[in-house]
């Protein structure tokens, strides 16, 4: 058993009224326990919908959403699916339920009713988890965007879910809070174990994933690891750009030079051009 | 304008400080209603001195308590003036008259156990508000009303939605600027004409302030579900709030000092001559 299974899933927006839209059509996808999958698209494509779906925000019009055998239909499972999944979402001020960090992080484990000791120390750990255990008792308005969003993520962590679905929790932020952010990630995946569903649209995100999931229109359109930035024009015209370095990879051998298939980053560009 | 949400908080280490929320929101409300029972001016003067000490040992700076008071300033001269201008009392007592106006000298000590009822009354929360931030007065409300949730009362809920409000503030005054600014930007013009005119341009300023509202609603309502938020149900709180000693202590002294005032009041045990050699001390 996969830990999530989507099967064959539509959602439509405004269902039964003129402007109903379907945002997510036939969509099937299983992901296993540790995978890190980076999901991703250009505005539209259905990828925020796909984060609401999997811990049963909203439901499916068609087809079944499983986590952990969980369906998310069944509203008494509703509770332990969220407790195995949790979603970071895109503008951390509007995940703050707290004025004092502390206070917001523990939300979530006072809700799952754990005794006061084991929370400050989930508190504790969560900060710490993000980088941030020196603002425990400060607010979080006087943080940087990535700093908040951080804020944010520890207080998904403390509930210690197995994914964390972030949803496109870096599309605020600049370069430096999205470094930041990222970081955490990839922390989580690495030493904590976790499941990382990452929805983005910027494809420099992806570049840790273990699979990449292209959606567009609703539907997944491609599928697997890095070798899908080889099909540079496949995701120009579904208006995706592959990654920088990718690019400039691509160009270079259009032209001629002689650049093995599957650079990603400067340094191993640099290499192989100094070769 | 960020810091709305921590009130008027005056940050310190005092015992006033530290003392169980919970409390001080019940001596708070014993204080008010213990104010009803004074008057006599020993016992306003009594509770002034009872005030000020408590200021004293809570290390808020005196000034900052009494601009607590400016905002009732006209409160108190509207109650003051109308109380000399219409009480009509003993023609003896008449110390001025003119036209239609008839001052007496009761009138003037009505007014004036009336002012600094006022002032006593607002001293009382403000020292509150000054010394106990507001989550932990919204936690300390939901914590003291809790048996109402048996009735069926939502109080949790109640709770929450304050503590959200209080935390949305500085988010909507943040975002309300923005706005201006754009608008601004656009050639609105929001500082010349009339009152009526200029509440008119603040239109286009709360409109997308309320649709930026209900959005962010939403979202919160997302984050909290995803939160594993379900109400008051199964929910415990990391923070413990436990009466210590220094909680009784303080409200022995509370308890204390209303007795006093209900002895002046009442004169039980035929104990008025202290208040009558008190007052003669003045």
Redesign the interface.
């Known amino acids: 058993m996969s830990l999530i299974e989507f099967e064959h899933v539509n959602y439509s927006y405004n269902a039964g009224t003129e402007s109903e839209t379907l945002a997510v059509k036939d969509f099937s996808l299983t992901i296993e326990e540790g995978e890190f999958i980076a999901l991703v698209g250009h505005n539209g494509s259905g990828k925020s919908t796909v984060a609401k779906l999997v811990n049963g925000l909203i439901l499916p019009s068609n087809g079944t959403v499983k986590v952990d055998g969980m369906r998310t239909d069944d509203k008494d499972k509703l509770f332990d699916i969220r407790k195995t999944v949790g979603v970071v979402f895109q503008n951390p001020d509007n995940q703050m339920i707290a004025t004092i960090i502390e206070d917001d992080i523990a939300f979530g484990p006072e809700n799952i009713g754990l005794p006061p000791k084991e929370i400050s120390e989930r508190v504790d750990w969560a900060l710490e988890c993000v980088g941030m255990s020196g603002h425990r008792k400060g607010t979080p308005f006087r943080l940087s965007g990535g700093q908040k969003q951080r804020i944010a993520i520890a207080g998904v962590l403390a509930i210690k879910p197995r994914v964390i679905v972030l949803d496109e929790s870096t599309a605020m932020l600049d370069p430096v809070g999205r470094d930041e952010v990222m970081k955490v990630v990839k922390r989580l995946r690495d030493e904590e174990k976790m499941t990382v569903i990452m929805i983005t649209h910027f494809m420099e995100e992806t570049l840790d994933a273990d699979r990449i999931v292209v959606m567009n229109d609703g539907c997944i359109v491609l599928q697997g690891g890095k070798e899908i930035f080889e099909r540079e024009t496949e995701l120009e015209t579904i208006g995706l750009d592959v990654p920088p370095i990718k690019r400039i990879a691509n160009k270079l051998r259009a032209k001629g030079v002689n650049v093995a298939d599957g650079v990603l980053d400067a340094e191993t560009l640099a290499g192989e051009l100094c070769r | 304008m960020?810091d709305v949400?921590?009130g008027q908080y005056y940050p310190a280490n005092s015992v006033i400080h530290r003392l169980d929320p919970r409390l001080k929101l019940v001596l708070c409300i014993m204080y008010i209603v213990m104010i009803f029972f004074i008057q006599t001016f020993t016992g306003y003067a009594l509770t002034a001195v009872f005030i000020l000490a408590l200021v004293f040992i809570s290390r808020v700076p005196l000034l900052k308590v009494l601009r607590s008071l400016k905002a009732i300033i006209f409160l108190v001269l509207f109650t003051v003036i109308l109380t000399v201008l219409f009480f009509r009392g003993n023609p003896e007592d008449l110390l001025w008259s003119a036209w239609i106006i008839r001052i007496y000298k009761a009138a003037l000590i009505n007014a004036g156990k009336m002012a600094l009822r006022i002032i006593l009354l607002v001293l009382g929360p403000t020292v509150l508000t000054l010394t106990t931030t507001?989550?932990e007065l919204t936690d300390a409300l939901e914590r003291l009303l809790k048996p109402l949730s048996y009735i069926k009362i939502p109080v949790h809920e109640l709770a929450i939605i304050m503590?959200?409000a209080?935390?949305l503030i500085?988010?909507l005054v943040e975002e309300t600027d923005k706005i201006i600014s754009a608008q601004k930007a656009r050639g609105a013009d929001f500082e010349s004409g009339n009152l009526f005119k200029r509440a008119k341009a603040m239109l286009p300023v709360l409109i997308p302030l309320f649709v930026s509202s209900f959005r962010?609603a939403d979202?919160?309502a997302?984050?909290?579900?995803?939160?594993?938020?379900?109400g008051a149900k199964?929910?415990?709180?990391?923070?413990?709030m436990r009466l210590t000693f220094k909680d009784f202590a303080a409200f022995l002294v509370m308890a204390a000092f209303f007795f006093c005032i209900l002895l002046l009041r009442y004169n039980w045990f035929n104990i008025g001559f202290i208040a009558e050699i008190i007052a003669r001390g003045f």
Do not use: F, N, Q, W
């Open positions: 960020k949400s921590i507001p989550v503590s959200i209080l935390r500085p988010t962010r979202e919160l997302y984050a909290m579900d995803s939160r594993c938020y379900r199964g929910r415990t709180r990391m923070k413990i």
